[in-house]
């Protein structure tokens, strides 16, 4: 069985998170990642994350979180943090960190390489034959078959930090 290194699979998301990060100076972006494990507890099916992974293999879950901390002395508005899902994952479904959902974040998708996004559950036109005619028809987009997520979260306060992510599975 094949493995891979994680950073390769992080090699694009993390360029791109600097990217904005650099965009908006009192705002820092840190990229994380940890190995899903299935683990049993006193008896208890739970999760354990390992950080930092050395070697991931396919089937292994990734779960990434990017960190968006404001390192200044006013609250940040309208801030978008954009994340690719790696080459080589699928993307599996949203983290949430406890402090995102009452900061009023919004996520959307995108299936294009992040030319376009929009919130899920996402459509897109199709052509099937029906009868023997061509029709188009609108069916929903699975989310494996994102390529991009976008965060806009409302405010950062000043010295605080927002977790938003995702989960992935290695192809």
Request: proline share 5%; no cysteine; hydrophobic share 40%.
């Amino acid at each position: 069985m094949k493995s891979y290194s994680p950073l390769v699979l992080l090699t694009g998301a993390l360029l791109t998170s600097i990217a904005v990060a650099q965009a908006a100076s009192p705002l820092t972006l840190t990229l994380g990642q940890a190995l899903v494990k299935a683990v049993t507890v006193d008896g208890k099916a739970t999760e354990q994350l390992a950080p930092d992974p050395k070697n991931v293999r396919p089937g292994d879950v990734l779960s990434q979180m990017v960190t968006a901390r404001n390192m200044g002395s006013k609250a940040l508005t309208n801030v978008t943090v954009r994340l690719p899902v790696p080459k080589g994952t699928t993307y599996l479904k949203a983290e949430t960190a406890m402090n995102t959902a009452a900061s009023g974040a919004k996520a959307e998708y995108s299936i294009d390489g992040g030319k376009t996004y929009a919130a899920a559950p996402l459509t897109k036109m199709v052509t099937v034959t029906e009868n023997g005619k061509s029709v188009k028809k609108e069916v929903e987009v699975k989310p494996s078959e994102y390529t991009n997520v976008r965060w806009m979260l409302a405010r950062i306060d000043a010295g605080k930090d927002l977790k938003v992510g995702f989960r992935v599975q290695v192809n």
